[in-house]
């Protein structure tokens, strides 16, 4: 009992320290406390079982979520940033929101999504609202957002919009307002999930005794949406995205695994026939459906952004003829535009006779002369910010500019250019954000934010995720936050009445096809799967031989009786241009190998290589798989070579080796045995057989020592077979035998040229029953050498074969799977 009420004394205790240091900002209003200091009743559980652990045990959860984050890879990228991605910032305390005021959100942002709906229909159709002065002409004609060549079409199943967020704010009055309308591209809902992934980990009986409701539901109603609007029993949907060095691509990648959707690049799409194709292994296949990630005036350069080089040519004619459905609709970013803010007051009573539910932030659109004198009348007092997306005005900041933060001379000409050109700006009431939690160093801090919440479209109207994506600004006084310019996010938390079931909100069909394929692969992630298999071998190999490399030069009285395979060791490095050639000795050329200074094959640029092709098939790895890529890539940095230690650049390879061959592993027990396995391992397989030749060619030449052979057979990890077949000392024959044609060696050209041959027949694509293509009669033809050559006949000039077959079977791949041209007329996808 005492024990009891000990620990009850030490909870109220940490309680009253985290409310005690716990300082709002003055003149805001705070989500946790109330303004006599008291904890507002839907926060009261959170707190409470966070003052139950002690402040290390605390901080020991918060660490296991980042982990998970990290080890999940999840992450985003800065612009101009060469950094380059950047783990993902989490706020350890979630966003909790009332249910009474969730309800509210829910209603206004439903009502908002229908009226920005019967927008986008007017201004692509009819403009009757135009006609009748409701919007002014040039708002419309003046958006870069508006596709010109998109009027008079209707999207397929007549909806613009079916994937829509808004940023939300609360002022000091306690109001939610919307600041920004997101309809081009929506993003963040992936990170909301990994956000609630994370915390629940962390908190876990938290999460469960709060009835916070889950995020599953709704994206398995935007998926089974986005399913029900397709035409053709065999469908395919795709996310179409710009690419790897999109700031948000872990998300598109992490969206398209999680949906069960083919992710795309506009290089994977072609339009044939006014339909839109993707490329597979198998030829052109037809999808129909793309959630769209890349902004629509990039989509097309044949009729909308000619410089676009990541769009799909004549995917706008496909879209007038209605075969390819686009979630959003091209041209739905016009309602981002800034300087319609103004009017959807009005547009609310005029297009659905109703009042705005969620008012936005007092907006003025400078293009009026009535509008433009109110803000120059209270100039000062403002906010002046672009009207137009991607229109430049100015210094301005996307989000606006405080005209109180300006310097004199800066604000006169802004008020000189709003006087000329005022259709280019618009004038925005300042509103101080609303503060909630953040936990800083074991207290409590408060901390600016904003909200996005998504809605998705159904058959009987709107569907709002229970939940959202939650930014927390790193200043105290903060009224444009973005995760460009810093900051952390913080899940958001909905609390039901009543315990939530784990499982989806969506019937359970009564059965379910099963399926053991994952879909066709694309080319372009064949391609990328295939070269990452090739620099990772490729990396594997330069590091044996730099290890063997140092490992001899550490041994003075080895080095000195076997100064020839310490050269030949350094000239292949040299060769394969891991390091530059012309250095003093064999030791720089160690030292240029492992630092990658200034040599295009060293192997930090190769272990860079091998993850930029691995983001781009990211959603086809396992997130184990992709960490342990990234920690390679980070042991392997790039450094200056002087004054490096022998003895540390072992130990880096040792690392890097290890944790190579713990990717390897997880390739091998983890992926799927489908069409991407498969190139990756035809990848693996052709350079560890190309590189075997080339190291026996140099060091099993009919002249090469005893020396030279031991340490080809420890380059191939064949020492320990060797000893324990052979009682004599090292032989050429044996070892070539060893090396080049024993089936039962897994580092032997001849196993890997098999494994080759098996691959390929399994691929799609290929006819047991027809003739073999040139392909496959090259890998078919070398296998039977291999299988039946003797070692005491192998020449050098043999070797120097095998190697050159090798290649033209990577040639030949490469023409037949990653690239494809247009589809015959007797294509039966044509016909679908």
Not at 108 to 135: F, K, M, N, W
Not at 271 to 299: N, P, Q, S, W
Not at 529 to 557: D, F, H, K, N, V
Request: hydrophobic share 45%.
């Amino acid at each position: 009992m005492q024990k009891t009420r000990s620990k009850a004394h030490g909870a109220r205790s940490r309680l009253d320290a985290l409310l005690a240091g716990y300082q709002p900002l003055p003149g805001v209003l705070d989500e946790m406390v109330d303004a006599d200091g008291k904890l507002r009743a839907h926060w009261a559980p959170l707190v409470r079982a966070l003052a139950e652990h002690e402040p290390e045990a605390l901080a020991a959860r918060f660490s296991a979520a980042d982990r998970h984050l990290r080890d999940s890879g999840v992450s985003y990228r800065v612009y101009g940033d060469p950094q380059g991605e950047r783990p993902w910032p989490l706020s350890h305390l979630p966003l909790i929101v009332a249910p009474d005021e969730w309800h509210q959100i829910e209603t206004g942002l439903t009502q908002r999504a229908r009226l920005l709906e019967a927008v986008l229909r007017d201004v692509y159709g009819p403009c009757s609202l135009v006609a009748h002065g409701a919007i002014p002409a040039a708002v419309i004609a003046g958006s870069p957002e508006f596709l010109r060549p998109l009027h008079g079409v209707k999207p397929q199943g007549g909806r613009f919009l079916h994937f829509y967020a808004a940023d939300l704010g609360r002022g000091p009055d306690g109001r939610w307002w919307v600041l920004n309308d997101r309809a081009q591209a929506p993003s963040g809902a992936g990170y909301a999930l990994e956000n609630r992934i994370a915390l629940s980990r962390a908190l876990p009986e938290i999460v469960r005794g709060m009835n916070v409701q889950r995020l599953a539901g709704f994206f398995q109603r935007l998926r089974a949406n986005l399913a029900a609007l397709t035409r053709r029993d065999e469908y395919r949907i795709g996310l179409l995205t710009p690419g790897p060095l999109n700031e948000t691509y872990f998300e598109h990648a992490y969206l398209a695994r999680y949906l069960g959707l083919m992710l795309v690049e506009g290089s994977d799409l072609a339009v044939h026939d006014r339909m839109v194709y993707v490329r597979t292994i198998e030829g052109l296949k037809r999808i129909d459906v793309l959630m769209r990630r890349l902004d629509a005036d990039f989509c097309d350069p044949l009729e909308l952004n000619p410089a676009s080089q990541l769009g799909v040519p004549g995917l706008v004619q496909a879209v007038r003829n209605g075969s390819v459905l686009l979630a959003n609709a091209l041209g739905a970013g016009f309602v981002e535009t800034r300087a319609l803010l103004g009017f959807l007051p009005r547009l609310a009573q005029r297009v659905l006779g109703e009042d705005l539910m969620l008012p936005n932030v007092a907006t003025w659109w400078c293009g009026q002369a009535s509008e433009r004198d109110t803000v120059l009348a209270q100039f000062d007092a403002l906010a002046i910010a672009p009207a137009f997306p991607q229109v430049e005005a100015g210094t301005l900041a996307p989000g606006g500019t405080a005209v109180s933060e300006m310097a004199p001379e800066r604000r006169e000409q802004l008020a000189q250019a709003i006087r000329t050109r005022g259709a280019d700006y618009v004038g925005q009431e300042l509103v101080r954000l609303s503060t909630m939690p953040v936990h800083v160093d074991g207290r409590l801090v408060a901390r600016p934010f904003t909200v996005r919440v998504y809605l998705a479209a159904a058959d009987d109207g709107w569907v709002v995720m229970p939940g959202g994506f939650c930014r927390v600004s790193e200043r105290e006084d903060a009224r444009a936050i973005s995760m460009q310019r810093g900051g952390s996010s913080a899940d958001v938390w909905v609390a039901a009445s009543a315990p939530v079931e784990a499982f989806s909100l969506l019937p359970t069909p009564d059965h379910v096809p099963i399926r053991r394929s994952s879909g066709y692969l694309p080319s372009r992630a064949a391609d990328n799967l295939y070269w990452l298999g090739r620099y990772i071998q490729r990396t594997e190999m330069t590091l044996r031989i730099a290890q063997s490399l140092g490992e001899r030069l550490l041994e003075p009285e080895v080095a000195a009786g076997a100064s020839g395979t310490v050269d030949r060791l350094a000239d292949m490095l040299v060769s394969w241009s891991a390091a530059p050639g012309g250095l003093d000795d064999a030791a720089q050329v160690l030292r240029e190998t492992m630092t990658g200074h200034s040599a295009t094959g060293a192997v930090p640029l190769l272990a860079q290589a091998a993850r930029r092709d691995a983001s781009v098939v990211r959603d086809r790895l396992s997130p184990e798989a992709w960490r342990a890529l990234v920690d390679l890539a980070g042991a392997l940095v790039r450094d200056d070579p002087s004054g490096i230690a022998i003895e540390a650049l072992l130990e880096r390879s040792d690392s890097a080796l290890r944790t190579m061959s713990a990717f390897v592993g997880l390739l091998t027990e983890n992926m799927n045995r489908g069409a991407g396995w498969r190139f990756m391992q035809i990848g693996r397989r052709l350079e560890r057989a190309i590189l075997t030749c080339r190291l026996t060619r140099v060091l099993g030449s009919p002249a090469a020592s005893a020396t030279h052979l031991d340490a080809l057979l420890g380059l191939v990890d064949g020492l320990m077979t060797y000893r324990a077949r052979y009682l004599v000392g090292t032989l050429r024959v044996p070892v070539l035998d060893l090396v080049l044609l024993d089936l039962s060696n897994p580092r032997s050209v001849a196993f890997q040229v098999d494994r080759i041959a098996n691959h390929l027949i399994e691929l799609p694509g290929h006819r047991p029953q027809g003739l073999p293509g040139e392909l496959e009669r090259q890998a078919f033809s070398l296998r039977a050498e291999t299988q039946t050559a003797a070692a005491e006949q192998v020449t050098p000039q043999q070797i120097a074969r095998f190697e050159s077959v090798l290649m033209t079977v990577s040639d030949l791949l490469s023409m037949r799977d990653f690239t494809q041209r247009a589809p015959g007329r007797g294509d039966p996808e044509l016909l679908g």
